[in-house]
């Protein structure tokens, strides 16, 4: 792999693609017991014990503005790793890890999304996702 | 030659220790100032510690130790003064004394007595610089070293990564919380072999986890480090004479705790020194000697650490804080008349207090004692003051020793648990929902307990419980958890309290910080999360931000006596604006914005008086002029007095509410004392217009 080759671990949530940097992926859960904590945004689904670490549940869906996931439907909890702390980002379901060249990555406007590029892949086009913000989107609804 | 005896062995020992690390950093600094120039500070630095050497040298009789360090010290004096640069060839020789000190201490750590060296031809070159002579080049040469190192000192300390100290605390408290896992499991098999195992790893844990924690302790001395340096500049710059004592500075206290009271406690040195000590002229007509001794004190007792401050300065006068208190608006001059001077004291730490004759760059700026007070009780510290006219202060800081496993309450809320921490928690009380005690004083709701009224938050509600859990079986019966935030209590409505628990605090994340509900969270001893709710957040949340004129207003409202405690001068900060909606006589609702109101007061109607063709109403010893909403014909046995801040006392039949909202004022009512009118809480209000009330009454 060079360096101008990087991987996305992708996801999908409601009817998009996203795509976070393989590298803040800690590790992939099945669901998991979560403790509500009230008065937090509604993307907060709450706490979650990750062998003795606690880990800020977020459902991806709602940070970032969709439809809720009805009752019942399956998710899967991706774990990334932001600064010092990890966060677990509720999803509908996990694709695969996909090598991406970054020099055809389309950087969308700056600007507060969480959505900061897409990468067109030839069935689909990924969403790629910056964690810090999706947070910070999540943190201030 | 001199010999140790062995009682001395262990002052000895320490000597050693001590000197060589004192020799490692003189050694550094040398190297440093070389390269960057010394400051005179450094050199007195320097010079100290060289002194130090040779004081506790000549203490011991180590004559050629001795003989040695007092060369250099001529040196370093020569420096200080400015009549000597700090040249290359002094550096090359000040290095060479270090590694002739430090062969003498090996020697004297080994045998107890120095070694034959001789040292004469250093000394000598030390004497040639000190007095500005040339010195012949191999004089310098001879003892380039390998340094013998002393076994002692490697062997005392060792320097580990804060983050690994950090990493294995927090190993440590998984293996905590894995021991109660265990413990419960056990607990329920009844196998003999497995609880004595159990019982084993307990301790084993227990151990762990207090050694763990103890390496992150760190010397209290590491923030009192400054403070000699401190005492004898600000004792300068005031004109005072000052000698600091400082006992206890190996203390050890959490890095966390150490942090939170590193500013507090100069604050307070600051202080003692500012406001404390008398000028030497002043201590010698009291009859003390001039210097005076501020001695700063540090001790475990109990799992906690207590700091003392004491001066033998003027104390602090009772009545000059009354007077004081009074000039800020805090209390009422009635009021302070009735404060004991013990409690009048305390009055230091309320916000914005100031007893200063004069603003001084020390301190002086009326901020201070009551930061001190916010920032110890944050980490569940207390702070106290005893005083006594003419011979001094003492104050009193009591800190845990961390704030990384904290004593905790769990309690029950909405089919959930949630932490309280001990520090904060008065009392519990468990009581019918349906009790009298709970009341609606206006329109908040509080709690009443042996004669104080307490503001109420229903965590149930505050967290959104749904209202067909209040028929659940337990319902008829709650607990109310008293805590004490800064200076107030508020009652906490739980459903039911568990245990009693230490738990380990572990952050949350920055986006549920941001929230100021709860200060961390834990893992219970079934794996399960409890968030850990920060006392201060949940109460500003419930919106009880404004409640010390609303507890006020409350006390004023439901009858009982008014505390003599007023309004802090300076509105308190609200997140949404709070109104004080009152009633006429003649039932007109009017609203005014209650950072506005400086403070309520009942008076009876003889209580105005005519001054001119004014009403005016004596107050605190000025007159203040008095609008009647309703003309002359405001009545009644008691009434109520809201005083603007504008200096203006408008007379009211009633306080009928306080409410919390953003309100939208219709200007097609406008008129002479009236801005419009508003709907606040949930009815029409003219809302005051105080500034035109006012030319209405002069007019």
Redesign the interface.
Known sequence: MTATMSRLCAFRVADLWLGVDAHHVQELLRPQ?V???????AC?VG???LR???A?A?DVRLALGLPARAAGDAHMNVVVRDRD?I?ALVVDRIDDVIEIDLGLLEPLPSGPRAIVALYKLPDRLCHVVDISRL?AV??SS | MATVSAQDDEIVREFVVEGHENLDRLERELVAYEREGATPDRIASLFRTVHTIKGTSGFFGFARLQRLTHAAEQVLSKIRDGERALTPAIVTALLDVVDETRMLLASIEAVGAEDERNCDALIATLCHLADGEPVAAEATEPTVAETPVSDAYVESTVRVAIAVVDRLVDLASELVLARNQIARLSAARRDPALTAATQRLDAVASALQDSVMRTRMQPIGSVWAKLPRLVRDLASELGKSVRLELAGEDTGLDRTVLDAVRDPLIHLVRNAIDHGVESPEHRQEAGKPAEAVVELRASHEAGRVTIELRDDGAGIDPARVRAKAIECGMVTAEAAARISDVDAIQLVFAPGFSTAKKVTRVSGRGVGMDVVKTNVEAIGGTVDVVSCVGAGTCVRIEMPLTVAIIPALIVHVDRARYVIPLAKIVELVRVEASSPAFARVVASPVFRLRGSVLPVVDLGRLFGATSADDSDGDSANVTVVVVQDGDRRIAFVVDAVADNEQVVVKPCGAMLDRLWVYSGATILGDGEIALILDVRGVARRAGLGWSRAAERAAMLIGGHAASGIAAPSVPVKVERPAWLVATSSAGRRVALPLAEVTRLEELAPSAIERAGDREVVQYEGRLLPVVRLDGPHESGEQLTLVIHVSQVGILVHAIAELVEQAVVVDRATAGPGRFGSAVVGGRVADVLDVATLGARLAA
């Open positions: 017991p403790t509500r904590v009230p008065l937090a945004a907060v706490l979650m014990n003795g670490q606690i800020v977020i702390h966060v947070l999540g943190g």
